[in-house]
């Protein structure tokens, strides 16, 4: 079975990508009623939306940061259940 791309999608909901587009990444563009409704029918035919990793090459942004620290943080926090264990 071939996967479905959003060009699938909106051809089978009857509206434009930009709409499908805009109920995965810009709720705010939409209607709650609207954005239910397109996400209740694209659950139905098995789309899930876009592809997090593509959409990462794409833009060549991640948006996730990490902090690599070469000490233990362990006097700044201190958990007492976690030392029971």
Known sequence: MKKLTLKDVAKQLGVSTATIS???????QLSAN????????????G?????????????GQSNIVALVLADSLDYMVTDPVANTF
């Open 22 to 28: 805009n109920a995965f990444n810009r709720p705010d």
């Open 34 to 45: 609207k954005r239910t409704e397109i996400l209740e029918a694209c659950k139905e035919i």
């Open 47 to 59: 789309y899930t939306g876009p592809n997090r990793a593509a959409q990462i090459l794409r833009k």
